[in-house]
């Protein structure tokens, strides 16, 4: 069965589009090639994209394996590999700004084969949620449910659910996830009379009650995804 769902995706995903953008408020858009792509809902996602975001905007993209990927405000994040082999390695990248992945079917089979690389480190994931941060010189990487493997230059890092690490002054530290942390990539948006954790669910209206408890809590003090 899992052979057939990994045959089934990787055809899908050969011709054309591996997912599609299911929401978005701001402005965003594709470099596609030489193609700039304003971005709106239903617009499809193709491998080597690169999506941007502008300030005060935001993206949810399904994949085909129904992950779920939420890029943050000033954000750009690129759609390397795809399912384009028999082995089906997904390999995507943020290079700057903030995301939030809920994983689909290829984490739960094949998670060994689903990396997100950052400026300075490569996640491998095992079925889970989680999020990055990237800022210059800093970076943030987080686990709310499941675990992840980090890899750096100096040294892997296996990261359980409810953990961070911390990329500073050229080095890495581990700490608890809190609530402030993405506190600065979280609160930006236009003002708005509803509760973060309202407009979380209207962004993401299907998955926000799969959130854990620190997910609503950082939702509930901050504009959360």
Known sequence: MKIILLFVLTLSSLFGAIGE?????GQAQLQRTEQIIPIDKGTPIERKDL???????KVQII??????????????????????????????ELKHGFFKIVTG?????APERFKVKTKAATIGIRGTQFMASVQDEHETIACSKGALVVETETKTFELPAGMMLVYEDHK???YELDTETFAPVLTQGTPTTKTPL???????????QSYTPLEQQIDKEHTGF
Request: overall charge negative.
């Open 21 to 25: 953008v299911t929401a978005i408020k």
């Open 105 to 109: 079917k290829i984490g739960k089979i």
């Open 172 to 174: 890495w530290s581990m």
């Open 63 to 92: 994949l085909l394996d129904d992950t779920v990927i939420t890029i943050g405000p000033t954000s750009s994040y690129y759609f390397d590999t795809y399912d384009d082999t028999a082995e089906a390695q997904t390999m995507m």
């Open 51 to 57: 999506l941007e975001t502008e300030s005060n905007s």
């Open 198 to 208: 309202e407009q979380s669910r209207e962004f993401l209206p299907d998955y926000s």
